[in-house]
């Protein structure tokens, strides 16, 4: 039964695109944009006590009070804390969390501490924790810094070409790193009025090789040369601090940024200290459930999301809600010079950020996105032309789109003893390289050089099993449906790479009509398009399918699954994770997600109709 030949259903699906339209207009702030929580895990809540207490911050009794609430709310029953929704426990997570509730007055003989505790022995101890947490745990005393990997400062006077230069690592692990090199150089510490022996297995690692040469320079390092690392790192981290105070925008260079700063003499009172947290608390959700902070913030990203949503919702381009976001959107355009322009020199500045404000990182998935949707409304010209000429600027030389950088693609630094957690370089991706060419697709640029080099690019990252990889997104089913639009938008919605992507979508769909994907596929294969089906999965599965004009039984259980699971409210519940920081190790909640979605996928099924 196709879709066409059930007009009950198709009644029901426009009644619910009707009233996820209207929830989604009501969530417009007054100046015209989106912004839906980021949740991540309670690291980033645990970190924050950190900081808190090693800067002795006047309001941090407070402060930890509310974010331990919070902790202990995302304890599992059996004592361990997990990276996202349903997943399995970590043990770093879980040692982190641990000490904020100590630092917080948990006794260790509590109930939930002892579980906790005997979690983490079992694990391997903290002493199998990755590196960041024995960073913390050596910020507060609780473990040497002579036991975790140098990083050091010298590093920051290679020339951008050389293998290691900071700048061959992505931008979001370049921002840390530099921080990080002052702060494993100078030791800087506090203390608590703890130990954590309950937490330990007894058992270490041996030193990596290259660590133990560090550390043999480490000890007898050219002193002249030291201090000009470290006048050249503390420099380089001030010039990027944004205007609302952060570095990058997101949470690891932010916090790692103060310290090292703070490492430097550069007290409260400073005023990079003072914007640094003010920004922080711009950050920080404080309700029922307890205080926490976002990792990031997408205001730009929901903000280009919705616009599209509404206008394949049927919104006319002129609509006044519209006509805000869109004036909003071209404020938010980059006009600066970047970190990009190392290997871009000759560029021009353009494009846009996720962020609020991160002037010094915009990225290609955001310009895409939101040029897209500028050119919908028929706003910013001038920027959109100087955002897609900078988009096309920053393609890699493979035909591939990474997010931040053009060919960041190194494998070496991944080999380095303190790059154990997480993605440290941008390599081109199918997600960000579909999202440009569907916008170059608009632009009726499908056919130039740049297109079909990334459209080779697409069809070569195919998988045998017919789905496309997931950068930024949970994951296959992501990655497809980003890609089968943009296939279409190029003239090859009948090529053979298509029809194998529509089996593979109707094999992995659930059997309630929705569509999941767990998060432990960016590690386990047979994870793949298996998991809870969720509202913003079952969204990206339908907007792939309505491009392949697969318009049968699949798609119909999918449109049923959205009808049946929306709230009075006109939205949808969705607790799991489908957005992806670093893949593997970090997650995320995009709260809009499950409403801008499914909006745009019932718009494009029922347009026409």
């Known amino acids: 039964m196709t879709v066409a030949a059930a007009p009950r259903l198709r009644e029901a699906a426009r009644e619910t695109l009707r009233r996820a339209s209207e929830h989604l207009l009501s969530l417009q702030q007054p100046d015209g944009h989106w912004k839906g929580e980021l949740e991540t895990n309670v690291t980033i809540d645990a970190e924050d006590v950190f900081l808190r207490h090693y800067l002795g911050l006047p309001d941090r009794a407070e402060t930890t009070r509310r974010s331990a609430a919070w902790i202990r709310s995302r304890q599992r029953p059996d004592g361990s804390w997990a990276t996202f929704f349903g997943g399995p426990a970590d043990l770093s997570t879980t040692v982190e969390a641990y000490v904020a509730l100590r630092i917080a007055g ?16 079992d694990a391997g101890g903290a002493e199998a924790s990755r590196v960041f947490t024995r960073m913390w745990l050596s910020l507060l005393s609780l473990w040497s810094w002579d036991e975790v990997p140098m990083l050091p400062p010298e590093q920051i006077l290679l020339p951008p070409s050389a293998p290691l230069s900071v700048y061959a690592f992505g931008c979001w692990a370049r921002q840390t790193i530099v921080a990080l090199q002052i702060v494993t150089a100078l030791q800087p510490r506090t203390t608590v009025d703890f130990e954590i022996p309950e937490l330990m297995s007894g058992r ?83 309700d029922e459930d307890g205080r926490r902070v976002e990792a990031c913030q997408s205001p730009v ?20 809600a519209l006509a805000r976001a869109a004036e909003w959107l071209v404020g938010r355009e980059v006009r600066v010079r970047g970190d990009w322009a190392v290997r871009k020199p000759r560029l ?78 941008d390599p081109p991706s199918a997600d960000v390289t579909a999202h440009v060419l569907e916008t170059l697709a608009h632009e009726g640029r499908e056919h130039e050089l740049p297109a079909r080099r990334g459209l080779e690019w697409l069809l070569r990252e195919q998988e045998p099993d017919g789905s496309w990889f997931g950068r930024w997104g949970a994951n296959h089913v992501y990655g497809t449906g980003a890609v089968l639009p943009a296939l279409a938008a190029c003239g090859l919605g009948r090529h053979p790479s298509v029809a194998r992507a529509v089996d593979w979508l109707a094999s992995v769909q659930n059997p309630g009509g929705g569509f999941g994907e767990d998060l432990r596929s960016y590690r386990d294969a047979s994870w793949r398009g298996r998991g809870a089906s969720t509202a913003s999965q079952t969204a990206w599965a339908l907007i792939g399918l309505h491009a392949a004009r697969e318009d049968g039984p699949v798609t119909e259980r999918a449109l049923r699954f959205l009808v049946e699971t929306q709230r009075p409210d006109g939205g949808w519940d969705e607790p799991y994770y489908t957005g992806t920081g670093f893949p593997g190790d970090f997650y995320l909640n995009y709260h809009l997600y499950r409403d801008v979605f499914p909006v745009m996928a019932l718009g494009r099924v029922l347009a026409g109709e």
């Open 106 to 121: 948990d006794p260790p003989e509590a109930a939930h501490m002892r579980r906790a505790a005997s979690f983490v022995r």
């Open 204 to 286: 270490r690692a041996p030193a990596h090789p290259l660590d133990r040469a560090l550390r043999l320079y480490e000890r007898r390092p050219v002193r002249a040369l030291r201090r000009r690392a470290l006048a050249a790192a503390e420099r380089w981290i001030l010039e990027r601090q944004e205007r609302d105070g952060s570095w990058g925008g997101i949470q690891p260079p932010w916090v790692w940024s103060m310290i090292a700063l703070h490492a430097r003499g550069y007290g409260l009172d400073h005023p990079v200290q003072r914007l640094a947290l003010a920004g922080l608390d711009s950050f920080t959700v404080d």
């Open 301 to 320: 990203w929901d903000t280009a999301l919705a616009v599209i949503a509404l206008l394949d919702a049927g919104l006319p381009p002129d609509h006044p």
């Open 348 to 425: 021009a500045a353009g494009g846009f950020p996720f962020e609020y404000a991160n002037d010094n990182y915009p990225d290609v998935d955001d310009t895409a996105v939101v040029v897209l949707a500028l050119r919908r409304t028929g706003a910013g010209a001038d920027a959109c032309d100087r955002g897609i000429e900078w988009m096309l600027g920053m393609q890699s030389s493979d035909g591939g789109w990474g997010a931040f950088d053009v060919d960041n693609t190194s494998r070496l630094v991944a080999k380095l003893p303190f790059c154990d957690f997480g993605a440290v370089t």
